[in-house]
């Protein structure tokens, strides 16, 4: 069965630090992979998709970026954090050539920029 | 662009049905998801249903689909103290599984 893990589970950052969290993906091939901020407690905000290693879209223009070194690994960073960077981010995968499949989430990380 | 929408509480007794609704925008959606988030956890996907569906029952869960109406509603039989949680309705009808959450609904079950 497919699974995902993510971490840190919680982080502690100062302004200006930089960021860096993992997820990764077990189980399955060149899944899709996405990342979402959710703020508050609500809403959830797509950052970026990947269908591919390599391959990255971003959805929000943002102090933020992404990377897919491997097929199952994705990589949410930003050079330098800012207090509005606070947030729960979540890391997601669907199937590929699945239109339309539901996405399965990890476990989320919480940031919190100080 | 797409919206969904969400009502922000519900609360019922344990035992009472609990019936949360949802709106979305997009006639294109293929796909229409429920989700449960527990406190500090991510989303659980709970059940979906096709766009050509008008109702899925898996034991507790019934959803509903109007879809002329573009209204989605998740009812959940004999609520339990462990079923509180927020509750995200999402729809899929973009490429490469582009998925819009609402702002979710936070049931509280009152025992």
């Known amino acids: 069965s497919q699974t995902i893990h993510q971490w840190p589970a919680t982080l502690v950052q100062p302004v200006g630090s930089p960021l860096s969290l993992e997820c990764t993906v077990e189980?399955?091939?060149?899944?899709?992979l996405y990342w979402y901020r959710q703020a508050a407690g609500r809403g959830l905000q797509l950052l970026f998709y990947?269908?591919?290693?390599?391959?990255i879209s971003s959805e929000v223009p943002q102090n933020l970026s992404a990377s897919r070194p491997q097929d199952r690994q994705f990589i949410l960073s930003s050079k330098k954090l800012l207090l509005s960077d606070s947030g729960f981010y979540l890391c997601?995968?669907?199937?590929?050539?699945?239109?339309?499949?539901?996405?399965?989430f990890g476990n989320g990380t919480r940031l919190t920029v100080t | 662009g797409e919206d969904v929408e969400q009502s922000l509480f519900l609360s019922v007794r344990e035992g009472d049905s609990s019936v949360i609704n949802c709106t979305y925008t997009?006639?294109?959606?293929?796909?229409l998801y429920w989700y449960k988030q527990e406190p500090g956890a991510g989303l659980q996907l709970l059940t979906y249903?096709?766009?050509?569906?008008d109702m899925k029952q898996d034991q507790r869960l019934t959803v509903l689909l109007n879809k002329k109406d573009k209204h989605l509603s998740l009812r959940i039989a004999d609520t339990q103290t462990g079923d509180s949680a927020i509750y995200f309705c999402a729809e899929g009808s973009g490429g490469y599984q582009k998925v819009t959450f609402g702002t979710g609904t936070k049931l509280q079950v009152i025992p």
């Open positions: 990947s269908v591919g290693i390599g391959q």
């Open positions: 997009d006639s294109s959606s293929t796909y």
């Open positions: 997601a995968w669907s199937p590929s050539r699945s239109y339309n499949s539901p996405l399965h």
């Open positions: 189980g399955t091939s060149n899944p899709n």
């Open positions: 249903i096709f766009s050509n569906m």
